[in-house]
């Protein structure tokens, strides 16, 4: 007696069929995740203030690129990520000399480059010399002596009478300051990382259907 077995459908297709729609499935799943959790960074940032610039440092990235995985994994991550950092967690900022940090007042305007000006480069700025003036409570202060324009920045004075010279705050000086914790990246990722199973699951239903 010969006995013979056909199987119809072809299990070992249907298995690589399977694999393939899970792939696409996870892949999927992990990429709608990735875009959610750079969506929710980059709105956290603009929602405090820091500006769309920064936020446009949040970026993403999935791996394996150009193919879909069981093992699909996504990275996001900020091009600034010590601005970033410091805005999330708060710290504590003392100077690298150990003496004073300077915190430029409005008055001081901005650097060359648009970030905090420093008193050496002030100085080179203005052409003015700055004062230092001590206080047991409250910081200390480095002033000079000019005038103030149409922007409210200190400037050299050209009157010859002494019109309009004022003595300026230019620069507070304090030993240390700790910078207020603007974002929490952490909860947005806490919120998503349960919801990739269901969404796994949904992509692969739906790739089925």
């Not at 072809?10 to 499935?25: C, F, K, P, Q, S």
């Not at 060359?112 to 409570?137: K, Q, V």
């Amino acid at each position: 007696m010969h006995l013979s077995l056909n199987i119809d459908p072809d299990i070992v297709a249907l298995m690589r069929e399977e694999i393939a729609t899970g792939e696409r499935a996870v892949s999927t799943a992990v990429r709608e995740a990735s875009t959610r959790l750079k969506s929710a960074w980059r709105g956290q940032i603009t929602g405090a203030g820091l500006g769309t610039r920064l936020a446009r440092s949040i970026r993403s990235e999935q791996y394996p690129k150009g193919k879909p995985s069981l093992n699909a994994a996504a990275l996001v991550w900020s091009k600034a990520p010590v601005i970033i950092g410091a805005h999330d967690t708060g710290p504590l900022i003392q100077s690298k000399s150990g003496l004073w940090l300077a915190i430029p007042t409005p008055a001081a305007g901005k650097s060359a480059r648009g970030g905090r000006i420093s008193p050496g480069e002030w100085e080179r700025r203005t052409g003015l010399r700055l004062r230092l003036i001590y206080r047991r409570r409250g910081p200390s202060l480095l002033v000079a002596e000019g005038r103030l324009n149409t922007k409210g920045r200190a400037v050299a004075s050209r009157s010859k009478t002494g019109r309009g010279l004022l003595t300026a705050p230019i620069f507070l000086l304090v030993p240390q300051v700790r910078l207020e914790k603007r974002l929490d990246l952490a909860k947005d990722a806490e919120k998503l990382w349960p919801a990739i199973p269901k969404m796994i699951a949904a992509n692969w239903v739906s790739d089925k259907v």
